[in-house]
């Protein structure tokens, strides 16, 4: 049985700062895939992408990541322009992919599957209940928040959120995606009240101020580091969470696992693109964290 699979969609990426513009392949999908290359586990990607894009999906193969590649007429395209503060960022998406259904969604056996959703049309409820009948299900709640109107990405509470959450075991969303979620500002509170609607861990990050996990009651602040440059922010969060689930996968304890995601993402922070580092090299950065206390 596989320790991990993914499910998701790889994007085209423009991205846009104040000091460049690239284009690049990009997506959940890709970025956390990309993390876990250089990671010991047994691990799969289920992704969707149209016929002239496979070249992406085969340059990931040849780096050893496993990968089953479902037939889509197009392949996601999405344009992410940050300002000079890269916490946040305005996207405009010029190309769609196929859904992810309970009928198209091969069979697969998994300790855990990791959803990352692109936009709320991407997976289907009956989909991520029924993963949940065969392993762990972690959720990055991003893409069911976010609906398109004249190619601009708006953000809306997602509707099937009492029906599905009982059955997310981890679930991470930023500040902001708390916020629609929970109408609140809090993030103890809106921590609070995704885990009254069923989710077992809950996770907030909150870009350079660290992040929040919330599981049996206890609250726990994780650091952030300050990264030595801010190059590229895009992927920190599927980066994190690549770095928390390895961890999940291992038998760590909740504060373990987020500080593993919070150190690689501080050094994906650093270059541009994916993650390129190697277990040694989060554990030396991790090294220098202050320790976690229940807060």
Same mark, same amino acid.
């Given at each position: 049985?596989?320790?991990?699979?993914? %499910?998701?969609?790889?994007?085209?990426?423009?991205?846009?700062?104040?000091?460049?513009? $690239?284009?690049?392949?990009?997506?959940?999908?890709?970025?956390?895939?990309?993390?876990?290359?250089?990671? @010991?586990?047994?691990?799969?990607? %289920?992704?969707?992408?149209?016929?002239?894009?496979?070249?992406?999906?085969?340059?990931?193969?040849?780096?050893?990541?496993?990968?089953?590649?479902?037939? *889509?007429?197009?392949?996601?395209?999405?344009?992410?322009?940050?300002?000079? @503060?890269?916490?946040?960022?305005?996207?405009?998406?010029?190309?769609?992919?196929?859904?992810?259904?309970?009928?198209?969604?091969? %069979?697969?056996?998994?300790?855990?599957?990791?959803?990352?959703?692109?936009? @709320?049309?991407?997976?289907?409820?009956?989909?991520?209940?029924?993963?949940?009948?065969?392993?762990?299900?972690?959720?990055?709640?991003?893409?069911?928040?976010?609906?398109?109107?004249?190619?601009?990405? &708006?953000? #809306?509470?997602?509707?099937?959120? !009492?029906?599905?959450?009982? &059955?997310?075991?981890?679930?991470?969303?930023?500040? &902001?995606?708390?916020?629609?979620?929970?109408?609140?500002?809090?993030?103890?509170?809106?921590?609070?009240?995704?885990?009254?609607?069923?989710? $077992?861990?809950?996770?907030?990050? !909150?870009? *350079?101020?660290?992040?929040?996990?919330?599981?049996?009651?206890?609250?726990? @602040?994780?650091?952030?580091?300050?990264?030595? #440059?801010?190059?590229?922010?895009?992927?920190?969060?599927?980066? &994190?969470?690549?770095?928390?689930?390895?961890?999940?996968?291992?038998?760590?304890?909740?504060?373990? !696992?987020?500080?593993?995601?919070?150190?690689?993402?501080?050094?994906?922070?650093?270059?541009?693109?994916?993650?390129?580092?190697?277990?040694?090299?989060?554990? $030396?950065?991790?090294?220098?964290?202050? *320790?976690?206390?229940?807060?």
């Amino acid at each position: 049985m596989l320790e991990l699979c993914a %499910v998701g969609h790889i994007t085209l990426d423009k991205i846009q700062t104040t000091r460049s513009v $690239k284009y690049m392949p990009g997506g959940t999908a890709w970025y956390f895939s990309k993390a876990l290359r250089n990671l @010991n586990m047994e691990y799969l990607l %289920v992704t969707a992408v149209g016929a002239t894009e496979m070249n992406i999906v085969e340059d990931l193969q040849q780096e050893g990541i496993n990968i089953i590649s479902l037939p *889509s007429e197009h392949t996601v395209y999405f344009e992410n322009i940050y300002p000079e @503060n890269q916490d946040h960022r305005e996207q405009n998406v010029h190309n769609t992919a196929d859904p992810f259904t309970l009928e198209n969604m091969p %069979v697969i056996d998994a300790g855990i599957f990791h959803l990352g959703p692109l936009l @709320n049309s991407d997976l289907t409820a009956e989909l991520m209940i029924d993963l949940a009948k065969k392993g762990i299900v972690s959720l990055d709640i991003q893409g069911l928040l976010r609906f398109t109107e004249n190619r601009k990405v &708006y953000y #809306k509470d997602w509707v099937d959120k !009492c029906k599905v959450l009982p &059955y997310i075991s981890i679930l991470k969303a930023n500040e &902001y995606e708390m916020e629609i979620l929970t109408g609140t500002t809090d993030v103890r509170q809106g921590a609070k009240m995704l885990a009254d609607l069923g989710v $077992k861990e809950v996770i907030i990050t !909150c870009g *350079s101020k660290g992040s929040l996990i919330y599981t049996g009651d206890i609250f726990m @602040n994780i650091p952030a580091l300050v990264p030595e #440059k801010t190059i590229d922010t895009t992927g920190c969060g599927d980066t &994190y969470m690549a770095g928390y689930l390895y961890k999940k996968v291992k038998g760590a304890t909740p504060e373990e !696992c987020g500080l593993f995601g919070a150190a690689m993402a501080t050094l994906k922070i650093q270059s541009f693109g994916p993650f390129h580092g190697t277990i040694a090299d989060v554990e $030396k950065l991790i090294a220098t964290l202050p *320790s976690v206390n229940p807060a």
